[in-house]
């Protein structure tokens, strides 16, 4: 039997396992936004004049370039505004001291550090005229300092643009972690720069983070760095991984992208490190400083056609979205994500992984037609035709009946007895195959069997025959003749059906009544 050790280590491993399906992760897609993923780096340009009034005033004019800050961002605008943090393009540090000591220690020969420190000498003239150096400028200064920031942007593109695009500082804010917006001032001018998708608030349910960084300028070999973090309690500021982020601030991930798992959007921007508290700045925030400077987030065509492709991309259907990523390229042919992509979907399409390329299953039932006409509107129009049909069935029948009486009896017109336009006798009636004639001893007597035989008989005798039977027709019929023994075996029934459609006949009919067809007498 297992030891309770043994059965709290096992719960402990199933645990474990368990533990990336309970990841409240979702299956958002981070290459929505990474496209938009940018490196700033910032520096300062110091043009400064030393003044020596000793004896004969001296002047003498040096320039410096400072490095400030360097960070990540991303880009809101097709046309190249870009966000990040305060402290990104605002150093906590002033260059203008640093420049200082470079020119102090270069005109005077005297040792001082180029640093960002103020220092003292020895010597009392020298120690009160580099203090008059410092900024900020005074009457008195023996300095006179020019400052001027440069900020380039090093947008995610493959090949990378050599040595970025230059920008400008739109606004800043009073804090290093506040947004501070910038614009291309060079290279957004096609409004086709990949952006991200802002989201407007770090909305309460927002727990699951990614931080999007740029550990140096990016390219294909160096794509953004995508690391998880939560926020404690789910959307508050405060981060759980605290040592975690301050690690990767530490690295240049101030100013990176909050992107929320769930929906895919960039939340917020981080900003921090370097001796400063790691502090969450969300997106609302974010949005108040794009007023401030006058402009707004927006998508472009390219981000437009990308999502499109990613939707066929993400549902594996690789063959469709071989072309949906040819077009972005054929828009933005740096386009890093989409070039990477498309490599894949290639390599994959008309494969077993392509989606699309699977048969379809068939359904175990043909799905039933559903129509929005009433079901007694059917029944309607169904009684309508079978009336018509049945009408049509008599119409044919009858003329087809008019036609064998209008042959068997000259006197009448269509098969219409002459002059009152009524039916032949019932012997005719419809349908004809319904008669039967029975040959016996009481159809013997009838006239239309035994009228010949009476009449020869009379005439014989001397007795004028009977000239005009019931219903005033002659028998037998004009141009006919009947056979030498026209009468069948006694008790016995004569039945006749048609050789064409095998329907009974009436007697005496020279035509099927139903088809039409000749009678073989």
Known sequence: MPSLHSLAAGLGALAALAAPMLHPHPSGSTDRVTPGAVRVESSSH?????LDDRGVIKQM???????????????????GVVVTATQVVQAGEDP?????????????????????????????????????????????????????????????????PPGGLPAQI???GASPASPAVLKVTKGGEKQSLPTVPLGTTLGAQVESLDVMTLTGKPSAKLPPKLDTAHLDPPGSRSVKERDKVLKLLNSGAAGAAL????????????AGGGGQPLTVTSADEIR????????APRRGPVDVVYENALASYHNKLYTAAVPALQQVLNLRPDHAVAADHLRVARSKAGTAEDAGAKPAASPAAAPRSTSSVPAYVWVAGGVVVLALLAAGVVLLRRRSAGGADGQASPGTAGGLAAGDGSYPPAENSWPPYAVT?????????????????????????????????????SYPPAGRSHPADPSPPRGQAQIKFCTQCGMRLGQGHRFCGYCGNPVDL
């Open 46 to 50: 110091v043009r400064i004049t030393l």
């Open 61 to 79: 004019v040096r320039e410096y370039d400072v490095d400030l800050a360097k960070g990540s961002g991303f880009t809101v605008s097709p046309d």
């Open 96 to 160: 203008r001291v640093y420049a200082a000591n470079r020119i102090f220690a270069e005109y005077f020969k005297v040792r001082i550090p180029a640093d960002f420190k103020r220092h003292s000498l020895d010597d009392p003239d020298l120690d009160r005229r580099l203090r008059a150096c410092y900024p900020p400028q005074r009457t008195d200064s023996t300095c006179i300092a020019e400052v001027t920031t440069n900020v380039t942007v090093y947008p995610y593109l493959d090949p990378p």
């Open 170 to 172: 739109l606004t800043t």
């Open 259 to 270: 992107i929320d798992d769930y929906k895919s959007e960039v939340v917020g921007l981080v």
């Open 288 to 295: 108040t400083a794009l007023v401030a400077a006058g402009v």
């Open 437 to 473: 004639r029975a040959f016996g001893a009481e159809a013997a007597r009838s006239g239309e069997v035994a009228g010949p035989a009476r009449h020869a008989g009379a005439e014989a005798a001397g007795v004028p025959g009977d000239p005009s039977p019931p219903g005033g027709r």
